[in-house]
């Protein structure tokens, strides 16, 4: 699977695989607008539950065509992949089936690394770079409640122009009603986001508080300014654009949240699951040993928040 037999057609059916919050939130977005091209990927021991209490957004219940990795239909032109970056291993033998030549991948997860894990299980040619920037989403067992504005940041590495493939997804999220950006530095774009999220999401999963406890509490940005200015020196030594100036930045979106603001990763920690901190801190932590930067706030927040053995 090194490369697609042609141009990608329109896409007329979507996978989606992940129903967290970002998962639901887009499902009910697609669902609304072309119900008939979307289908959910998942295993029969997790659709049971979403057919007894199905998932809803903001109060509305959807009704989604669920598929199994056994019976997944046809392949798909578009794959969206909003599980958690944690799960995504063991996701890829159930994409596997759907891929076709002229699939496109569209990972929606946090962290860097999503596209290299598809691509090196896919081919590079079948995977997007992508993220997702979403005002608060609470999740609450199948229940998503989300206010403010989201939209997907995707495309190649570089988008100058974009690629026909490119084209091809946007014009499906044009015509769902999804808003998109189409950055021209992808690499750049993700590391943004990165280091906002090694940062906030961190911060409150250590302290056990939404954002109101960094806002009040100078120690408390303290620890989220320290993990993102490893972050962003790891980024600067790998040429990553205006990397120096990325940790303010990050502190004022901190600063302007919603008080009551919990990040995905709290959400985890308060539920008991696994959390996402050898993607954040983890990543932050290889890459600056392999570049000689020292890291030791993301090194206790890694020993902090990973899994004991």
């Known amino acids: 699977?090194?490369?697609?037999?042609?141009?990608?057609?329109?896409?007329?059916?979507?996978?989606?695989?992940?129903?967290?919050?970002?998962?639901?939130?887009?499902?009910?977005?697609?669902?609304?607008?072309?119900?008939?091209?979307?289908?959910?990927?998942?295993d029969p021991a997790r659709i049971a539950p979403y057919q007894t209490d199905p998932p809803s957004l903001?109060?509305?219940?959807?009704?989604?065509?669920?598929?199994?990795?056994?019976?997944?239909?046809?392949?798909?032109?578009?794959?969206?992949?909003?599980?958690?970056?944690?799960?995504?291993d063991q996701t890829l033998p159930m994409i596997a089936p759907l891929v076709a030549g002229h699939t496109q991948i569209l990972p929606l997860l946090n962290g860097i690394l999503a596209q290299d894990i598809l691509a090196a299980a896919f081919g590079r040619p079948r995977v997007l770079h992508g993220l997702v920037?979403?005002?608060?989403?609470m999740r609450s067992g199948h229940d998503v409640s989300q206010q403010g504005g989201d939209k997907i940041l995707f495309g190649e590495a570089r988008n100058t122009p974009p690629s026909p493939r490119v084209r091809a997804v946007a014009a499906f999220l044009d015509r769902c009603g999804i808003r998109f950006?189409?950055?021209?530095?992808?690499?750049?774009?993700?590391?943004?986001?990165?280091?906002?999220?090694?940062?906030?999401?961190?911060?409150?999963?250590?302290?056990?508080?939404?954002?109101?406890?960094?806002?009040?509490?100078?120690?408390?940005?303290?620890?989220?300014?320290?993990?993102m200015d490893e972050a962003a020196a790891v980024a600067a030594a790998l040429g990553i654009p205006g990397a120096a100036d990325l940790p303010a930045w990050a502190e004022s979106i901190i600063r302007a949240a919603a008080p009551d603001n919990k990040t995905s990763m709290l959400q985890d920690v308060e539920a008991g699951r696994p959390t996402e901190v050898?993607?954040?801190a983890g990543t932050v932590?290889?890459?600056?040993?392999?570049?000689?930067?020292?890291?030791?706030?993301?090194?206790?927040?890694w020993r902090q928040l990973r899994p004991s053995t």
């Not at 967290?20 to 607008?33: E, H, N, P, Q």
């Not at 920037?133 to 989403?137: I, P, Q, R």
């Not at 040993?289 to 206790?300: C, D, K, L, M, V």
Request: hydrophobic share 40%; glycine share 6%.
């Open 1 to 42: 699977m090194n490369k697609p037999e042609h141009d990608p057609p329109p896409v007329q059916q979507a996978v989606l695989i992940g129903l967290g919050a970002i998962g639901t939130l887009y499902a009910a977005r697609i669902s609304a607008r072309v119900p008939d091209q979307l289908r959910i990927l998942a």
């Open 58 to 88: 903001n109060g509305r219940r959807l009704n989604l065509h669920y598929v199994t990795p056994d019976r997944p239909g046809p392949p798909a032109d578009l794959i969206l992949v909003a599980v958690k970056s944690v799960a995504l």
């Open 133 to 137: 920037h979403c005002g608060s989403a």
């Open 181 to 227: 950006v189409i950055p021209d530095d992808m690499r750049a774009a993700q590391w943004r986001k990165f280091i906002l999220n090694v940062g906030i999401n961190q911060a409150q999963a250590v302290l056990r508080a939404p954002c109101r406890e960094l806002q009040e509490n100078p120690d408390s940005m303290r620890l989220a300014r320290d993990l």
């Open 278 to 280: 050898d993607w954040l």
């Open 285 to 301: 932590c290889r890459l600056g040993r392999e570049r000689g930067i020292p890291t030791p706030a993301n090194e206790r927040v």
